[in-house]
Each structure stands twice: as C-alpha cells, then as structure tokens.
C-alpha cells in the first residue's frame, strides 16, 4: 500500500509548522487589528517547494490547529473559526503546485527561474489563503467595517488585501535570499536519480 507521505515529509511538516507557530509568535506589524504583517508563511512554503502541495496542506493546517489550541487564534464563531484557521491556513499548501518547477531549477542552479517559481508559488499559496480571509470578512466582521464607516467587502478587500500583498513580498524577498544561497533546500529531500550520480 502507498505511503499517505514519506516519514522524512511527516516529521518536516510538522517541525515546519512548529517553526511556523513560533515566527508567529513574534512581535508582528499590526496597524490596526485586521491588518497583521510577518513572514510566519515562510516554513509553510518551505515544505510545500521540498514535497508538493500535500505536504504543504497539512502543515498549513497543523499550523492553524496550533494557533487554536494556544489560544493565539481570533475566534468569533465555530465557523469563522474552521474557514480562517483550518481551510485558510491549509490553503498556503497550494504553493507547492511549483515545486517540480522550483526543484528542477534549484538542482541547476539556475537562479532566475529559481526565483520566478517560488514567488509564483508563494502568490498562488497567499493568495488562496486570503480568499477565505477575505469570505470570513465579509461574513463574520462587517460589525468592523460599519464602524470605520465602510461597506464589509470593501473593509474587508483592503484590510485583508494589504496583509496578503505585503506578507507576500516578505515571504518572496526572504525565501529567494535563502533559497539562492542554499538551493539544495530543495532538493536534498529524495535519493539522486541515476542521472544526478553518473554526473
């Protein structure tokens, strides 16, 4: 029977998503409450480029799980809370649709491509992630928007579209530094091919 995930990809995407859980724990830039500012994404997007988006889901999703359980999550209703931390946060997982593309330039080092499939990657990932912000916005906290004196899907457009665009910039600029010095990152994760030992 097949292995739901290799144990080296059970035990990264759980350490990842404890990575995660801590960089989100650090002081973060919050110009009002519905705005939050961090790179915690990163470890996330790590383990999507290295093993695809299924690895990527799950430690999206123990990320979210984590932030629930120690309390750090913002809670309204059953609901909110499932879409904005379980599906919203399982959704960064969809970066790793470009990790065959970001793997085959790591292995040539090919810095370019390199940098131009993960930070595809990383919009695609943020992007799916604040989709359902945006939803829960609209949804849960309209109370927000009336009080600041503007309509929900527009409170909720602009709030949640400036944590996306400048989480996104963040996690882009500090993955392809990373990821330019230590391309192997990405692909130390399985045995080298036949054609990789011949070289």
Same mark, same amino acid.
């Given at each position: 029977?097949?292995?739901? =995930?290799?144990?080296? @990809?059970?035990?990264?995407?759980?350490?990842?998503?404890?990575?995660?859980? =801590?960089?989100?724990?650090?002081?973060?830039?919050?110009?009002?409450?519905?705005?939050?500012?961090?790179?915690?994404?990163?470890?996330?997007?790590?383990?999507?480029?290295? !093993?695809?988006?299924?690895?990527? &889901?799950?430690?999206?999703?123990? !990320?979210?799980?984590?932030?629930?359980?120690?309390?750090?999550? !913002?809670?309204?209703?059953?609901?909110? +809370?499932?879409?904005?931390?379980?599906?919203?946060? *399982?959704?960064?997982? &969809? @970066?790793?649709?470009?990790?065959?593309?970001?793997?085959?330039? @790591?292995?040539?080092? /090919?810095?370019?491509?390199?940098?131009?499939?993960?930070?595809?990657?990383?919009?695609?990932?943020?992007?799916?992630?604040?989709? !359902?912000? &945006?939803?829960?916005?609209?949804?849960?906290?309209? *109370?927000?928007?009336?009080? @600041?004196?503007?309509?929900?899907?527009?409170?909720?457009?602009? +709030?949640?579209?400036?944590?996306?665009?400048? *989480?996104?910039?963040?996690?882009?600029?500090?993955?392809?530094?990373?990821?330019?010095?230590?391309?192997?990152?990405?692909? /130390? /994760?399985?045995?080298? *091919?036949?054609?990789?030992?011949?070289?």
């Amino acid at each position: 029977m097949k292995k739901f =995930l290799p144990l080296q @990809a059970m035990i990264e995407v759980g350490i990842f998503a404890g990575l995660a859980m =801590l960089l989100d724990l650090l002081p973060s830039i919050k110009p009002i409450p519905s705005i939050s500012i961090s790179f915690a994404m990163v470890p996330i997007f790590i383990v999507a480029f290295r !093993w695809g988006v299924k690895s990527g &889901f799950i430690s999206g999703l123990i !990320w979210g799980i984590l932030q629930v359980i120690t309390g750090d999550a !913002w809670m309204v209703t059953p609901v909110q +809370t499932i879409i904005e931390y379980f599906i919203a946060f *399982n959704c960064i997982g &969809f @970066a790793g649709l470009l990790a065959p593309a970001a793997q085959k330039a @790591a292995t040539s080092r /090919n810095r370019g491509p390199l940098i131009l499939a993960m930070t595809i990657g990383i919009f695609i990932g943020s992007l799916a992630r604040y989709v !359902w912000h &945006f939803l829960a916005g609209i949804i849960f906290f309209a *109370n927000y928007a009336h009080e @600041a004196g503007k309509a929900p899907i527009v409170f909720s457009f602009v +709030t949640n579209g400036i944590s996306m665009v400048t *989480n996104f910039i963040i996690c882009s600029v500090i993955l392809s530094i990373i990821m330019t010095i230590r391309p192997e990152l990405l692909t /130390n /994760n399985k045995p080298k *091919n036949p054609i990789q030992k011949a070289a």
